[in-house]
């Protein structure tokens, strides 16, 4: 079930959030839970005994783990159960079954963070396993994210507080998330369906701008909602995006995009293996291994492991040198310089075989050189740029933090207004999605295949 179904936005969220209102503090969990195993149940029934049962082997580590902290052998032990069990069972749907199950990238790394941060003595572990079982289960995060850790939610779970502010503001989040999935994402989608397989040099660059825009406001938008539903329901998620084209070093990027991924990875691999602490060639080899299982994470296939290291490569460039070099030029030629970067990186990420072969998306960057290119630009790629140009111009706009900064001014110059506003640009942001809905397409989040 999608956040932009039909069914989802008219049926399922009403009757969740209506029942979780009525229902008395001490059932709240339960109907989470219960909300969340109908959400899965729905879109992948015949992998839902996954899941639960990874809910119900981790918490059980977890309490095992807190029972014998005192004996380190034991612990330890038990920790390495939790992490062959759920880490094997990533690899074994990736790389060998034919089936996918929805989410398990997310709710896996959910469930294996707990642990950990039980075994480190970082959080309590859980003794109430319906809790547990809402937060991993937690529908609005479930299958594409952001990766939410339990420290994050532990107080959340036991005691949270709904208040009016809270749920407006949750629903203006969700709003703004659905618009740009279906009024920004969707239609980028389509440009780049158009430009990806023309030969133009004008065309390369066109297509990866599209795909670009599409992957962003498709994934920042599923976090959006997201994260306006958590507010709903009293949760306050850790923030997913922030305005990650506006980088001006890959380092940068990465601190900006997926926030929570590269979190998680730097926390649990990086950090484990030793980080920057024991020099700069292992320092390096650190980041090569962490990016690898980046890469490996969305994916079997081997496009996106040379993208996880392409990645690792120029994050291992500028902290050898790049980054004094960068320091020291203008503003504009180290944006330049990353969006180039990052879009070369989109290449390789999208060169999954549905929508580019490895083989197609070699000739890809290299018509971004300007090699092997049939022409620079032919007169339908003109007029299909003449069609895009103001939703280009939109896209661009929109992945600034302009917008939220002129929204910003006129609500503090203008506050009476500012009520009115908040709630008519939302309503008419979420008719005007119903509406596209209607007269549109399947639509999938790209995540979801993750």
């Not at 029972?67 to 990736?94: D, H, P």
Request: hydrophobic share 50%; glycine share 8%.
């Amino acid at each position: 079930m999608l956040f932009s179904s039909l069914e989802f936005l008219f049926l399922f969220l009403p009757i969740s959030v209506a029942v979780y209102f009525l229902l008395p503090r001490a059932l709240k969990n339960f109907w989470l839970l219960l909300s969340g195993v109908c959400f899965y149940a729905f879109g992948e029934p015949s992998f839902l005994q996954i899941m639960l049962l990874t809910v119900a082997i981790d918490f059980l580590l977890g309490v095992l783990i807190q029972k014998f902290q005192k004996r380190e052998v034991l612990a330890r032990a038990i920790l390495w159960l939790a992490v062959i069990y759920n880490v094997g069972q990533l690899v074994y749907f990736k790389f060998f079954s034919q089936s996918l199950p929805i989410g398990i990238s997310f709710y896996t790394f959910q469930a294996l963070s707990y642990v950990i941060d039980v075994y480190r003595k970082s959080v309590e572990a859980s003794r109430d396993p319906i809790a547990f079982g809402a937060y991993v289960t937690l529908y609005p995060q479930l299958i594409a994210g952001p990766i939410v850790r339990y420290s994050d939610v532990d107080n959340e779970l036991r005691t949270r507080k709904h208040t009016v502010e809270a749920t407006a503001s949750g629903i203006r989040t969700f709003c703004i998330g659905l618009a740009k999935k279906v009024l920004l994402a969707d239609v980028a989608g389509e440009a780049w369906e158009f430009f990806a397989h023309r030969g133009g040099f004008v065309d390369a660059y066109a297509g990866i701008f599209f795909f670009a825009m599409q992957i962003y406001f498709d994934f920042s938008g599923y976090s959006d909602m997201a994260c306006g539903l958590g507010r709903i329901f009293g949760f306050s998620f850790p923030k997913n995006f922030n305005y990650p084209y506006i980088s001006k070093s890959i380092t940068e990027f990465w601190r900006r995009w997926h926030i929570t991924l590269s979190s998680f990875f730097k926390e649990y691999v990086y950090i484990s293996l030793g980080g920057n602490r024991a020099g700069k060639i292992k320092t390096y080899r650190n980041l090569l291994i962490t990016w690898a299982l980046t890469g490996l994470w969305h994916g079997a296939t081997l496009n996106f492991l040379l993208w996880g290291l392409y990645f690792a490569l120029v994050l291992i460039l500028e902290k050898a040198f790049l980054k004094w070099f960068l320091e020291k030029l203008p503003t504009f030629l180290r944006h330049t310089y990353a969006i180039f970067l990052i879009a070369i990186g989109w290449v390789i990420f999208a060169t999954d075989g549905e929508s580019l072969s490895l083989y197609e998306g070699g000739r890809y960057v290299a018509r971004l050189f300007g090699f092997g290119s049939n022409g620079f630009c032919s007169y339908l790629t003109l007029y299909e740029l003449s069609r895009y140009l103001v939703v280009a111009a939109i896209l661009i706009f929109g992945a600034t933090p302009l917008p939220k900064s002129l929204y910003g001014i006129v609500c503090d110059r203008f506050p009476k207004s500012a009520a009115i506003l908040n709630v008519i640009l939302p309503m008419a942001a979420f008719l005007l999605c119903v509406a596209y809905i209607v007269n549109s397409g399947y639509h999938p989040f790209l995540y979801l295949r993750f």
